[in-house]
């Protein structure tokens, strides 16, 4: 019997100066989110349960960009995606596109065990989410949040897709340097601290099985129809034998970098440790692109590795280590 291990983000986005209200908050969900997995570890449930039941805590949740609190399409409306992938046996399953279905990630699963494909998006995931009769909301609207909506409406004002990492600024092109320029702002706060992020859960149980989640309504502000790395299996989850990864960040740059199977490839074929594995596609993958993720190995090692000035996370291991935090 190994020893089990969970890891858990909110998005690797974060500003520099968000409000220690919201830290606060963020840090409290996480760690209820740690609660949950390690309570379940701790009732020896398999780690494909583990990562879904917390995503879909986080997923209920307006404070992350997943399920309830989802960035928004230009349109203002939501469309969710998100993955799923138990390491054990390399089974997956992806939604994308997704407006009425409570937890996305639920419905991933049932994609990976319920249908004869790996990925399922908008119209037919939701005809599919019918027949599977899993929770779904009548309105797109029980995902829009005001906090959004508003952000949403700077960014359009900015003309700029958000990335929160890197604070939009009126009127002014992305050559100009942000330091000489006001950030945008909303009720006095940089429109960073609204701009909601992606979450994700990565578990290895006591029996070596490694598994991987990550949900998502996307990029703030981006085309109706975009797809991101987060429902990408190898780009924003992977897991296999030897680990389990979720990413955050400029979804473009991730699936150019196919980060998450770049970590199992590199230990696979090179015998790279997990935080050496991460460190490396981190520094060597992104080009020019921010992200972040999260790791576990079959081992029960967690790392994370992340370029932008934070990113929210949280880690457990049976040998008693608990950690939440969002900076370096
Ligand atoms: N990776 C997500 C996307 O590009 C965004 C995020 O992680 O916050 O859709």
Redesign the pocket.
């Known amino acids: 019997m190994g020893c089990w291990a969970i890891a858990v983000h909110g ?3 974060v500003d520099p100066n968000l409000p220690v209200e919201r830290q606060e908050d963020a840090k409290q969900l996480l760690t209820r989110c740690l609660d949950r997995g390690i309570s379940a570890l701790r009732s020896s449930l398999p780690a494909i349960d583990v990562v879904e039941l917390v995503v879909r805590e986080l997923e209920s949740d307006p404070l992350f ?1 997943s399920g309830r609190g989802s960035a928004l399409t230009e349109k203002g409306t939501v469309e969710m995606e998100a993955s799923i992938m138990d390491g054990c046996g390399r089974r997956c399953g992806a939604v994308s596109g997704i407006t009425t279905v409570k937890n996305p990630i639920s419905l991933a699963r049932l994609v990976m065990e319920k249908s004869p494909h790996s990925y399922l998006a908008f119209s037919g995931a939701e005809e599919f989410a019918k027949q599977q009769g899993v929770e779904m909301v009548d309105d797109n609207d029980y995902f829009i949040t005001e906090d959004n909506v508003g952000t949403l409406k700077l960014a359009k004002e900015a003309s700029k897709i958000l990335f ?1 990492y890197r604070i939009p600024t009126v009127g002014l092109d992305s050559c100009t340097s942000e330091a000489e320029t006001p950030p945008l702002t909303m009720n006095g706060l940089p429109i960073s601290v609204y701009a909601p ?2 979450v994700g859960c990565v578990v290895v149980d006591t029996q070596g099985r490694c598994a991987a989640a990550t949900s ?1 309504g ?2 703030m502000n981006k085309m109706a129809g975009r797809i ?3 429902p990408i299996i190898g780009a ?1 989850t992977y897991a296999c034998d030897v680990c389990g990864v979720s ?6 740059a ?1 699936i150019r970098g196919t980060l998450a199977r770049e970590v199992a490839a590199l230990m696979e074929y090179k015998g790279l440790n997990l935080q050496d594995a991460v460190d490396y596609v981190i520094t060597n993958r992104l080009d020019h692109g921010k ?1 972040g993720l999260i790791a576990v190995s079959s081992n029960g090692e967690v790392a994370c590795g992340f370029n932008t000035v934070g990113m929210f996370r949280g880690f457990a291991t049976e040998n008693g280590f608990m950690e939440v935090g969002i900076w370096e």
């Open positions: 998005g690797a986005g960009n929160e992020e992606t998502t996307g990029l991101g790395d987060s924003g990413c955050t960040g400029e979804g473009e991730i992200a």
